[in-house]
């Protein structure tokens, strides 16, 4: 099946930081790619959807100034948490559409100190 | 932002008990899907369902499509140590998925 990998797969990091997380389809081109967080036992939760050479869509509540996401090919994305705090602390998962379906990444755990 | 209601919470049961869990919702959908997460990985698709009234096996798992486009079942049977983990609906009419609260599963053996 289809691949999407991330990187880092976790990372610690100071307020006030900026961290880059990228989302890759390894074996495919994504159309389409999407960003979630999900905090401790808690559901995955939509931040924004974006497509290969335009901006992204962010959900409501979500802050397109501190959540910033490139989506530069149809293989890439990546997502930038701008001056990280505490609070952002969270498991960041990607996900890439082909045709068919949506594939997930493996997660990446943000930990901000 | 808007999620599906699923229950149980949480189930813990005996190595080759069969379980059941559900996902409802307030709005329709036309795809429903299901997924399980492990710890600390992304979540991997299960099952998928398309039309009202559709009944789906893969494996050990089944999963029904409401009528109604608002609710969803997921059926595992015979459970095994490695159906441990969390189980997720989700209901999609767009691009976006929308998630259920989750079940998590303890099986012991």
């Known amino acids: 099946g289809a691949v999407v990998s991330q990187h880092p797969s976790r990372v610690i990091c100071k307020s006030g930081t900026s961290v880059k997380i990228e989302c890759r389809s390894l074996d495919f081109q994504a159309t389409t790619m999407f960003w ?6 808690q559901s ?70 | 932002g808007q999620q599906l209601n699923q229950s149980p919470q949480s189930m813990f049961i005996q190595e080759g008990e069969d379980v059941s869990m559900n996902c409802t919702s307030s709005s329709i959908f ?5 997924y399980k997460q492990d710890p600390g990985e992304g979540p991997v698709l299960l099952i ?21 486009r608002k ?5 595992i049977s015979a459970s095994i140590p490695s159906d441990v983990g969390i189980y997720f609906c989700a209901g999609q009419n767009t691009d976006k998925l929308i ?5 998590r599963l303890q099986v012991f053996p």
Not at chain 1, 36 to 41: L, S, T
Not at chain 1, 65 to 74: R, V
Not at chain 2, 30 to 34: D, E, S, V, Y
């Open chain 1, 36 to 41: 979630y967080r999900q905090f401790p036992k």
């Open chain 1, 44 to 113: 995955l939760m939509l931040m924004a959807t974006s497509n290969e050479g335009s901006k992204a869509t962010y959900e409501q509540g979500v802050e397109k100034d501190k959540f910033l996401i490139n989506h530069a090919s149809l293989t890439l994305s990546t997502l930038t948490v701008t001056s990280a705090h505490p609070e952002d602390s969270s498991f960041y998962i990607c996900s890439a559409r082909d045709v068919y379906e949506q594939y997930f990444g493996p997660g990446t755990r943000l930990t901000v100190t």
């Open chain 2, 48 to 68: 998928a369902l398309y039309k009202a009234g559709e009944l789906t096996s893969n494996g050990r798992l089944t999963a029904q499509f409401g009528i109604t």
């Open chain 2, 99 to 103: 998630f259920g609260t989750g079940t």
């Open chain 2, 30 to 34: 036309n795809t429903w899907l299901w």
């Open chain 2, 71 to 75: 609710d969803s079942f997921l059926n």
